[in-house]
């Protein structure tokens, strides 16, 4: 046999043989709540001036290395100085960035159980080590006691918490995230994807915690989830370090005026808000009258339901209705999460369950 043709393909990492895809089902089906993602469109302003502003780029240049007119726009939105934010594709690149300069082989991340899906696939293919602390109770908390003896039995290099938290809608205290901070020597990033729907956040940890790292989403509460841009807030060593394994000119000219122009706009990006936490509470209202499911209280824009059918996810997507499966997922038994949509959109949902569990 010819050298180079003994095999159709090379095989992938061994650590990766068995490894299914991330992703959430992208079907065409009337009703589609099963990503988080905001129903409602960028408003006019944003998108008019976003198209003017393409048309004078200059796209047959490389963009800003250093992303400095769009971390100075975010640090001012937070009273920080652009010396300590940083941006990317997503919230994910921003949570692989981290892994990739502070986890890797030989390092371990804690995580917890109820805890966002992409962190396995972010660990896995960084070679870091996932461990895991659950977070307790039909609320889903971690108390600061819990939180200090897993910091101090695991010796994480990185702890990365969601809060709100992905897929139960809950937030852990602030003291929680203090133990986790102050129990060892981790780089402590708390992941507020879905904050801009809460009632309060982390951010004014900051000063308070050397450590600390906020993550953040333009994809949510900005309504801009085909944009895939993402920021942190930190401290300026943590963007030190991230230069070092960032890829050249990772987030591209077009990405970046999107986000300032967000910015500009900001007050009438994120204008829908308050419908949709209105909403949140509309639908939760409804569930609790029924006898044959149980909800999360939630500080985001969906909700965590369960229920004693195991083919729920089925039931509801027989009747045209897309929601998140999390029935078999670790902490989550026989629970589906469902994101909160237009009035129509949670009327049909409800409406699906009806019929699905008369």
């Known amino acids: 046999m010819a050298a180079g043709t003994s095999g159709s393909r090379v095989p992938v990492r061994d650590d990766l043989v068995d490894v299914e895809v991330y992703g959430a089902p992208q079907l065409d089906v009337p009703v589609r709540l099963n990503t988080n993602e905001t129903p409602y469109p960028p408003p006019p302003a944003f998108s008019e001036r976003l198209a003017r502003r393409i048309g004078d780029l200059q796209l047959h240049r490389y963009p800003d290395r250093e992303l400095r007119a769009l971390r100075a726009a975010l640090g001012a939105r937070f009273g920080l100085d652009a010396t300590r934010v940083w941006a990317a594709n997503g919230s994910n690149e921003v949570l692989a ?80 995230i203090r133990a986790l901070h102050d129990a060892g020597e981790a780089l402590v990033v708390v992941d507020e994807a879905y904050a801009e729907f809460a009632s309060d956040d982390a951010v004014g940890l900051l000063d308070e915690l050397p450590r600390l790292v906020i993550a953040r989403t333009f994809s949510k509460a900005f309504r801009l989830a085909g944009l895939r841009l993402g920021y942190l807030l930190a401290h300026e060593w ?38 949709i936490v209105a909403e949140r509470e509309r639908v939760t209202e409804a569930l609790d009258r029924r006898g044959d499911v149980t909800v999360v209280p939630s500080d985001a824009n969906f909700l965590l339901v369960h229920s004693d059918a195991d083919d729920l996810f089925d ?44």
């Not at 908390?141 to 290099?157: E, I, K, M, Y």
């Not at 070092?244 to 990006?269: F, M, N, S």
């Open 97 to 176: 960035q981290l892994h990739l300069a502070y986890g890797g082989a030989g390092r371990r991340v804690l995580g917890t159980v109820p805890g966002f899906a992409a962190l396995p696939t972010i660990a896995r293919a960084t070679g870091t080590e996932l461990v895991t602390v659950a977070l307790d109770g039909p609320g889903y908390d971690l108390a600061p006691a819990a939180a200090t003896s897993a910091v101090q039995h695991f010796q994480p290099h990185l702890v990365c918490l969601a809060r709100p938290n992905n897929p139960t809608g809950t937030s852990v205290g602030l003291d929680a």
């Open 238 to 275: 943590v963007l030190d370090d991230l230069r070092k394994v960032r890829l050249p000119y990772h987030l591209d000219t077009i990405t970046q005026h999107a986000g300032l122009i967000a910015c500009d706009l900001a007050d009438e990006v994120t204008g829908h808000i308050d419908a």
């Open 315 to 358: 039931r509801l997507l027989e009747r045209g209705v897309l929601v998140r499966d999390f029935a078999t997922a670790p902490g989550t038994p026989g629970c589906v999460r469902v994101t909160i949509g237009t009035p129509d959109e949670n009327d049909r949902f409800l409406s699906a369950l009806e019929e699905a569990l008369p």
